[in-house]
Structure formats: C-alpha cells, structure tokens
C-alpha cells in the first residue's frame, strides 16, 4: 500500500526530530565534558540522521 504525501511528510518530521534530538544530547555531553559519552551518543545519532537524509532522497523531498 503506498502512503500518502501527508503520511511521507509526517513520518519524515518524526524522523528529523529523532535524529535532532539524540544530536542534541550528543552535542550537549561534549560540551559537559563527557567525551566518551559523547562519542557514543554520535553514532546512533549519524544512523538516525543518514536514515532520515536517505527517507527525504527517496521520496522527492527537498532539503
């Protein structure tokens, strides 16, 4: 079944929020000072954003 436009923009704002907010806790542990923490907050971040990039590329959302 084949999602409407609506449905493909809302599930690409559910994703970008995901991805801006474990980017944003990332970003926050390293300026706390906590860098390993922070390095491994920025790899689930990285998939979470490469997932969205890739989610808008498919379907014909501009950046």
Known sequence: MTQTRTDVLNESKKKGIAAGAVTAVSVTAAVAGAPFLATVAA??????????????AENGIKF
């Open 43 to 56: 790899v689930p971040a990285a998939v979470l954003a490469y997932r969205w990039w890739k989610h808008r």
